[in-house]
Structure formats: structure tokens, C-alpha cells
Nanobody, 121 residues
């Protein structure tokens, strides 16, 4: 069963924005620490940004000033606002989160299935 669903990617021209997002299933009570990673073809997966439950963030240098992570705790959703996109940003973007289960309040680590972002020049 999918616990984190990534969506919101797409094909855009350079300079256009996108807002991928990650929605937790109804079995999840809360998202604790969450991050977005990217996996470009032929390269290793890279961490893009992390956000804590209280909103502290940490960005990779390559996206500072262009990407903004945010979260809606009520909707159990994490957003990645991407601006000034460049062809080099083309990759599959994955949400990863440390969550608390609704049934037993235990902590789990889940990954979304990824959402493709393609930026044309």
C-alpha cells in the first residue's frame, strides 16, 4: 500500500515553475522529518532539501534561492516549490519521510514513488 504519494511533476520550459508535492496516506498520523531527493539519469540520487516537523530547513547549494520546501501538517502534505528551473534540474524527484503511524504511533520511514520533472531549454 502506498504510504507516500508523490505528484506534481511535469514537463516545463526553463525558467517556469513547478510544485511537486507528497501526500501521506490516511494510515499516517503525522510527518516528522521529510526530505526531497532527486535522481537524474545516469547519476546517483542526491538530497535536495530537508524539513523538520517545526519547519527548520536545509537546502543543497544547487537549489538554494530557487526551491522552497513547505509542509501542511493538517493535510499531512509536503510541497516543493521549484522556480527558475533549469534543464539540469531534470530528474525524478522523491519524497522521503519519517512518519508516525496512526494505528500504533510508531515511527516508520517511507519513500514516495517519485515524480518526473523535465525541464526543456
Amino acid at each position: 500500500q502506498v504510504q507516500l504519494a508523490d505528484s506534481g511533476g511535469g514537463l516545463v520550459q526553463a525558467g517556469w515553475p513547478l510544485i511537486p508535492f507528497c501526500v501521506a496516506s490516511a494510515f499516517i498520523f503525522s510527518i516528522n522529518v521529510s526530505c526531497w531527493s532527486l535522481h537524474a539519469q545516469g547519476k546517483q540520487r542526491e538530497l535536495v532539501v530537508t524539513i523538520t516537523r517545526i519547519g527548520n530547513t536545509d537546502y543543497a547549494d544547487s537549489v538554494k534561492g530557487r526551491f522552497t520546501i513547505s509542509r501542511d501538517n493538517a493535510k499531512i502534505t509536503v510541497y516543493l516549490q521549484m522556480t527558475s528551473l533549469e534543464p539540469e534540474d531534470t530528474a525524478v524527484y522523491y519524497c522521503n519521510a519519517d512518519v508516525t503511524g496512526r494505528r500504533n504511533y510508531r515511527q516508520y520511514d517511507y519513500w514516495g514513488q517519485g515524480t518526473q520533472v523535465t525541464v526543456s531549454s
